[in-house]
């Protein structure tokens, strides 16, 4: 155990130091506090549990340090990063088109397979029209802030992610926050407050990334019709994941998808790639492909990463049982959980959960604890949520077996006994 906290113990090196002395970031002071946290960790021997390198793919298996660790820190969700159908798809990109697209599609970046890859995210999800961009997250800054501007509002809530939040910010609009799920609040608000302004964007997530709840779609349509609004879901961690055959959040509610005015997504989980996605109308579509700053002032979508979207896409459409495999998964997961008295945050059918613990620094424990049991789960720690509301978040994925989880469950249990015994 030591040994392998030993290794991770933060330990400023000598150019570290001739920063904080007289370069311009000591200036700052949210770095000043970084540095104090770090060296804060240090202290009480608690390891840097982030920027760890691993090896190899990440599925329900990861090397670190030499060791097999049972991994809860991927959304390799279908298993599909690795899956030799996608690399060789990502390998033939390559030798057909070299590593990267070399330019912005608006001038010469384009290829066939970024036209095809579209046409093929579009059909899936039951659209007009698709777009791809360079990044998930870019992809909700971009648009986000390019669809509103300070005339309009923009509604999200607590629990949004960071891109959404940060496209809305960067959009101008009156922003509109909610608690996650406080609906007749949002009502009342919007009762009150709709006619300040022109067009309003309501944005949730099809599941949760932190928490793994799953979106009210049928509360937001219904609100979005009341007050004439435009609804935008980001499908990064549904997209696989829900629906019986995995088309995401329509298809788990029964919701027809045209409901939904602006579908996004993401490459980089069931999809097996890097990158994100919008689906919609072809008016809108065609839109952002002429308009979109962050994506006519950003280079194509690389090779690799189309093929591999593109296979992944094959795959899910041609294998759908992958969607329900992993959905018995996470039942089974979130079962066993209930049965160790174990407070999982996250609705049955979402393959994100997580457990509140409270401080950072125990939760940076836990899951040190957690590691030396063989257990890879990521703490997350303010700033990504409250002070207080520091929290270990699993991923769960189709590769994971009964036995992982049966080994898991016990371990956690033990450390939340003995955080218990700690923190009092
Ligand atoms: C809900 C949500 N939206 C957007 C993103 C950004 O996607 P990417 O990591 O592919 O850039 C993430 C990242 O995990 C996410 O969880």
Redesign the pocket.
């Known amino acids: 155990m030591d040994d392998i906290v030993g290794k991770l113990k933060y330990e400023a090196e000598p150019s570290e130091q001739a920063n904080d002395d007289g370069r311009f970031m000591g200036a700052f002071a949210g770095y000043r506090n970084l540095k104090r946290r770090i060296a804060g960790l240090a202290k009480r021997g608690i390891m840097m549990p982030f920027f760890q390198p691993r090896d190899g793919v990440s599925t329900s298996v990861i090397r670190w340090q030499g060791r097999g660790l049972i991994n809860y820190s991927g ?1 390799n969700y279908l298993g599909l990063s690795g899956h030799p159908e996608v690399s060789a798809a990502a390998k033939a990109a390559i030798d057909k088109y070299g590593t990267s697209a070399s330019a912005s599609r608006i001038v010469s970046g384009q290829i066939g397979l970024h036209g095809d890859l579209e046409k093929r995210i579009a059909k899936f999800i039951g659209t007009q029209d698709a777009i791809v961009f360079v ?6 800054v971009t648009v986000i802030s390019h669809l509103l501007s300070r005339v309009d509002g923009v509604i999200y809530d607590d629990a ?2 960071n ?2 939040m940060t496209g809305a910010r960067l959009s101008g609009a009156k922003m509109i926050t909610f608690p996650y799920g406080d609906w007749k609040g949002l009502e009342a608000n919007l009762s009150q407050n709709r006619s300040e302004f022109r067009r309003g964007l309501l944005v949730g ?1 099809g599941v ?3 928490d793994g709840m799953v979106y009210d779609l049928k509360r937001a349509v219904e609100l979005k019709r009341k007050h004439d609004l435009l609804l935008m879901i ?1 499908e ?2 549904s997209l696989g994941t829900l629906g019986a055959t995995g088309r995401g959040i329509c298809e788990h509610t029964g919701i027809p998808s045209s409901s939904v005015d602006v579908h ?1 997504g ?4 069931t999809l097996a790639g ?3 996605y919008i689906a919609g109308d072809r008016d809108l579509i065609e839109y952002l492909r002429y308009l979109a700053p962050g994506f006519i002032f950003s280079v194509g979508l690389s090779p690799p990463d189309t093929g591999a979207a593109m296979a992944a896409l094959d795959i899910l459409e041609r294998e759908p049982q992958r969607t329900q495999e992993l959905r018995q998964r996470t039942h089974f997961f979130r079962q066993l959980a209930r049965q160790y008295g174990l407070p999982l945050g996250g609705e049955m059918d979402a393959p994100v959960a997580s457990l509140v613990i409270g401080n950072g620094n125990t939760c940076m424990m836990v899951s040190q604890r957690l590691l030396e049991a063989g257990i890879h789960v990521q703490p997350i720690v303010h700033p990504a949520v409250a002070v207080d509301g520091a929290r270990l978040r699993f991923f769960i994925t189709i590769d994971h077996t009964e036995a992982q989880f049966r080994a898991t469950m016990p371990a956690i249990a033990k450390e939340l006994e003995a955080i218990g015994q700690l923190v009092g």
Do not use: Q, R, V
């Open positions: 959304y990044s998930g997250y870019l992809t909700n949004a992610h891109s959404i997530e949760y990334s932190m980001d990064a961690h996004m993401t490459l980089s989980k890097c990158g994100g």
